[in-house]
């Protein structure tokens, strides 16, 4: 894996799972309803059934698509297939295109992948809330709605995810 070094992240980077959907952003409730939507009377949707045209248009800057390769390696792979405009202006740089493993030091893969694992392992969604320093004075918070896709309604192909991303100043 050659190119650009990985960018750490602030010390402390926080993930919890909340496997019971307390969801409490807006937006995240309406993604919610959205996949359920799409899901039908299937255990997840395909990546074929969301259209973003279709989509409402509040909630496309908070969607992020990430491409799941779980390959014959010992541990999945992850790449962000789309990132929302509300969370490129909030972190001030787009990595869509970019494997995880590829831009995050090892602690900082750790925490990003905690979701995106447990969709995998468990074939449903999951919400996460993350907490990380941006500097001394002032740290991201974020509440996540990490949803699976499949295209032969088995295997989790792609990850369908909604954020919340708050700048909060101490």
Same mark, same amino acid.
Request: charge should be positive; avoid cysteine; glycine fraction near 6%.
């Given at each position: 894996m050659s190119g650009p070094e990985p960018m750490p992240l602030p010390a402390v980077f926080r993930?919890?799972?909340?496997?019971?959907?307390a969801v409490v952003s807006p937006v995240l409730a309406e993604a919610l309803r959205l996949w359920e939507a799409l899901r039908g009377p299937?255990?997840?949707?395909? *990546?074929?059934?969301?259209?973003?045209?279709?989509?409402?248009?509040?909630? /496309?800057?908070?969607?992020? /698509?990430?491409d799941v390769d779980a390959g014959a390696g010992a541990e999945p792979r992850f790449r962000w297939r789309l990132i929302g405009t509300h969370v490129t202006t909030m /972190?001030? &740089?787009?990595?869509?295109?970019?494997w995880f493993d590829e831009i995050y030091d090892a602690g900082t893969l750790t925490s990003i992948t905690t979701g995106p694992r447990w969709v995998l392992a468990n074939r449903r969604p999951v &919400?996460?809330?993350?907490?990380?320093?941006?500097d001394e004075r002032s740290y991201?918070?974020?509440?996540? /709605?990490?949803m699976p896709l499949?295209?032969?309604?088995?295997?989790?192909?792609?990850?369908?995810?909604?954020?919340?991303? *708050?700048?909060? *100043?101490?």
């Open positions: 993930v919890e799972l909340d496997p019971e959907l299937r255990q997840m949707p395909a *990546r074929r059934d969301f259209d973003p045209a279709e989509t409402p248009r509040a909630l /496309l800057p908070h969607i992020l /698509l990430i /972190l001030g &740089r787009d990595m869509t295109g970019r &919400r996460t809330v993350g907490q990380a320093p941006v991201l918070r974020s509440e996540n /709605l990490h499949s295209d032969d309604g088995r295997r989790v192909d792609k990850i369908l995810v909604a954020t919340d991303l *708050r700048s909060i *100043r101490l």
